[in-house]
């Protein structure tokens, strides 16, 4: 039988469309899928990072889970974008902070650490995020994120960089 990992979380966010429905239907994807929701923070509505000056983009919905699988994490990475293209989401370069209908990033993955081939764990800009980290904290704050971090989501909180403000606007 396989041990059940702990510590698996995704973060959810959307600007473009019905965002709320989107994230409430990326979760019952991700059930109908055999992934377990098993935590849900508030929806939190936040500024969109911008790449360049002049760049303008609708504000995100933001949330994170936690769920159980018993999924790799490379399995579960293309299950979320699998789900992220069934919301209409376009991958390409130029779109990379843009605008999007869905996105699903892999944060964690207990205590697993991974970089090269389209998959690093623990997620490499989550210390840069608020928008992550504040949702995080609300389901999880004495998560220890693994290296480089070496940290609990809390202290990563408080130690975060980023000031932009976070409305918390709903359930998931």
Same mark, same amino acid.
């Given at each position: 039988? @396989?041990?059940?990992?702990?510590?698996?979380?995704? +973060?959810? /966010?959307?600007?473009?469309?019905?965002?709320? #429905?989107?994230?409430?239907?990326?979760?019952?994807?991700?059930?109908? +899928?055999?992934?377990?929701?098993?935590?849900?923070?508030?929806?939190?509505?936040?500024?969109?990072?911008? %790449?360049?000056?002049?760049?303008? $983009?609708?504000?995100? %919905?933001?949330?994170? &889970?936690?769920?159980?699988?018993?999924?790799?994490?490379? =399995?579960?990475?293309?299950?979320?974008?699998?789900?992220?293209?069934?919301?209409?989401?376009?991958?390409?370069?130029? =779109?990379?902070?843009?605008?999007?209908? %869905?996105?699903?990033?892999?944060? $964690?993955? /207990? $205590? #697993?650490?991974?970089?090269?081939? /389209?998959?690093? !764990?623990? @997620?490499?800009? !989550? @210390?840069?995020?608020?928008? &992550?980290?504040?949702?995080?904290?609300?389901?999880?704050?004495?998560?220890?994120?693994? @290296?480089?971090?070496?940290?609990?989501? =809390?202290?990563?909180? *408080?130690?975060?960089?980023?000031?932009?403000?976070?409305?918390?606007?709903?359930? *998931?």
């Amino acid at each position: 039988m @396989h041990v059940q990992p702990e510590g698996i979380f995704l +973060a959810l /966010g959307s600007n473009v469309g019905p965002r709320l #429905r989107t994230l409430r239907a990326a979760l019952s994807a991700l059930e109908e +899928a055999n992934v377990d929701v098993v935590a849900r923070s508030a929806v939190y509505e936040t500024p969109a990072l911008t %790449l360049r000056p002049g760049q303008e $983009s609708s504000p995100f %919905l933001n949330a994170v &889970v936690s769920v159980r699988t018993t999924m790799p994490p490379r =399995q579960l990475l293309q299950l979320c974008l699998q789900i992220e293209e069934r919301a209409g989401r376009t991958r390409s370069v130029q =779109q990379r902070w843009g605008p999007r209908t %869905l996105d699903i990033d892999l944060l $964690s993955y /207990g $205590s #697993r650490t991974s970089s090269g081939d /389209g998959l690093a !764990l623990p @997620h490499p800009r !989550l @210390h840069e995020r608020r928008f &992550v980290l504040q949702p995080w904290a609300d389901i999880a704050e004495d998560f220890l994120v693994p @290296h480089p971090y070496e940290a609990t989501v =809390q202290q990563l909180l *408080l130690a975060c960089p980023d000031t932009s403000s976070l409305n918390r606007v709903a359930s *998931l």
